[in-house]
């Protein structure tokens, strides 16, 4: 559906596929079902795909969208959703868009096996570097990080708005699917009201 709305615009006549710079990010999605206290099994019984992370000093329960960005045009080309326990690292290669060059994306998709994915993919890779224990980052790798951070700030920017706007930051449905079909159809109003922006 998201491809669809693509197809329509350039047929138009305004092309999207100049540059194809991509932002990868994800966010945290609360479940419907919200966990008891007194009954700990709860949450499993009503919403079995739902999953608890902490964050800091909150329980989290729910899922994470992951979703690639354009970051020319500032359309939402592709989605994932996962349980809220699943690591970044694991899903960048799955939520690139087609026809991509050039990926950004922060410090917590930064692996070799990544690295190495967007390079067999012949995709520019401009994920930011992360120090690790007795690796402490570069001053080139610093640079490079700086230079990223504007441009990633544009998936930032559309998060905030997804949940201020759209209610994205809960789900409205219970299970995987259901929940999914939530962030595709909110997505696609999305990307309607920024194509109005895109035709004027």
Partial sequence: LIAMVEDQLESKGYCLQEGRMNIIDAILVKSHTRPRSGNPDYLKQREPDAETIRRGNKLHCGYKLHMGLDAETGLIRTLKLTGSRRNDVNELLSVIP???????????????????????????DRIMYRASRGHPLTLE???????????????????????LWHRLGRAVYRGLNRVYRQMVLTALAVNLKRCVALCT
């Fill in 98 to 124: 087609p026809g991509t060059r050039t990926i950004y994306a922060d410090k917590g998709y930064h692996s070799a096996s990544n690295r190495m994915g967007l390079k067999d993919l012949n995709i520019e």
């Fill in 141 to 163: 790798q610093r640079e490079f990080n700086q230079e990223i951070i504007p441009i990633r700030s544009a998936i930032e920017r559309k998060f905030g708005k997804l949940k």
